[in-house]
């Protein structure tokens, strides 16, 4: 029955990418490819259930993909990924997924769209914009973080390098969170008051990647200095010392959005403590320190705001004790078992990790796609010319 039940998902998930990717663009080879790769690596997450180890490869080949992609078009367009007075009064600078928790305010406010968020269809486009953004918040919560986000596979990768954290967190992970929460509000304000994003103008480390605005000379140059220095300690050096996405966790206003916003998600992650054995192999392992390891300690599991849906504590339990659950459902709710093969059928199709995993995934494809088929194509394209 298994075999039945993931056969069904990955049927439906053949069907996702032929909508979001090769119907796009039908006659390209970059989104073939892309295609197979997505239609592999998903039948490997449903048919194994390892699911978080091929996130992991999906979300890797995504962000090498959306940085070549976004780079290439910068240069293309506007001769470098530093963007000049002209460039950005072009209003042509794509979109950039950073500008989220401040357009609303800034929507309000200005009446106009800031640098960074041209979309096409203008402000129409941007309610269509917050309207996935919605059901991004409801179905999967934070874990846009873990399945989506193109940035945090670089944390991701520098945080696997080390066998053993050299600097630990406990105690001081929530610190962190609140930290997150208070440097989101204060961005969004600054922004709101002088009217430019102020996050992506000076304070966001991988501007280094989407391009930033800069008006040359010492200032200029500190801007870009400044820029490095973050990029180097909160994305390369913190998380090699710590094992934690440290930028997502403790500077990123989008994730703060999110710890928010996952309070709507239908899913959550859950730990039985009569099945655990308090090993913290979990809490060790999870890069967005979401478990409250005083809370293991006192056989009163807490799962934080900021747990990203990834899986890895799924993985890393020895004794199968973490599990997602509805949360519509109460906590400790013993399932009734089914009585028939029909009704266990049901019983597998609506199973939350199943569901989750395919919800994750189809935004992953809808979101990854553009860029990634277009990296493919441009690298196909190169190596067509020096053939
Ligand atoms: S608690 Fe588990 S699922 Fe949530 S972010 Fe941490 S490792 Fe991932
Ligand atoms: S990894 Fe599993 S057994 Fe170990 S502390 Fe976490 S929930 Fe308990």
Redesign the pocket.
């Known amino acids: 029955m298994t075999l039945l039940i993931s056969g069904l998902y990955i049927a439906c998930m053949v069907l996702m990418v032929k909508l979001f990717v090769i119907a796009g663009s039908p006659s390209s080879i970059g989104s073939w490819l892309y295609s197979l790769f997505l239609v592999v690596i998903f039948s490997r997450m449903i048919l194994t259930r390892r699911f978080s180890k091929y996130r992991r490869i999906g979300t890797s080949v995504f962000t090498l993909l959306f940085a070549l992609s976004y780079i290439w078009t910068m240069v293309d367009n506007y001769g470098s990924i530093l963007l000049g007075e002209a460039a950005v009064l072009s209003g042509t600078i794509p979109f950039n997924p950073f500008l989220l928790p401040v357009l609303p305010l800034y929507l309000i406010f200005s009446r106009s769209l800031p640098f960074s968020a041209v979309i096409t269809g203008g402000v129409l486009s941007v309610t269509g914009l917050a309207l996935i953004w919605s059901m991004v918040a409801i179905t999967i919560g934070k874990g846009w973080c873990s399945w989506v986000c193109p940035f945090g596979g670089y944390e991701d990768f520098f945080s696997r390098i080390r066998k053993k954290p050299l600097i630990h967190l406990d105690g001081f992970a929530n610190r962190l969170h609140i930290f997150n929460t208070w440097f989101a509000a204060i961005v969004v304000l600054l922004s709101v008051l002088f009217l430019i994003p102020v996050y992506i103008y000076y304070l966001n480390p991988f501007s280094l990647i989407t391009g930033f605005y800069n008006t040359g000379g010492l200032i200029g140059l500190c801007i870009t200095a400044f820029l490095i220095i973050l990029y180097i300690c909160l994305v390369i050096i913190l998380p090699y010392l710590t094992k934690k996405r440290f930028q997502c966790i403790s500077y990123c206003p989008l994730g703060a959005l999110q710890n928010l916003e996952s309070r709507a998600a239908c899913v959550r992650t859950v730990?039985d403590m009569d099945?655990?054995?308090?090993?913290?192999?979990?809490?060790y392992e999870c890069r967005f320190s979401a478990?409250d390891k005083s809370s293991?300690q006192s056989r009163k599991p807490m799962v934080l705001s900021s747990c990203a849906h990834c899986g890895e504590?799924i993985e890393?339990?020895?004794?199968k004790?973490?599990r997602f659950e509805y949360s519509f459902v109460r906590s400790g709710t013993t399932k009734p078992s089914a009585q028939s093969r029909f009704a266990r059928v049901v019983q597998s199709l609506i199973d939350p990790e199943r569901v989750y995993v395919f919800s994750a995934f189809v935004f992953f494809v809808f979101f990854s796609s553009p860029f990634a088929t277009d990296a493919l194509n441009r690298i196909i394209a190169c190596i067509g010319g020096l053939v």
Not at 275 to 283: F, L, R, S, W
Not at 316 to 319: A, F, R
């Open positions: 730990i099945a655990c054995d308090q090993c913290m192999k979990c809490v478990i293991i504590c890393v339990c020895p004794n004790a973490i």
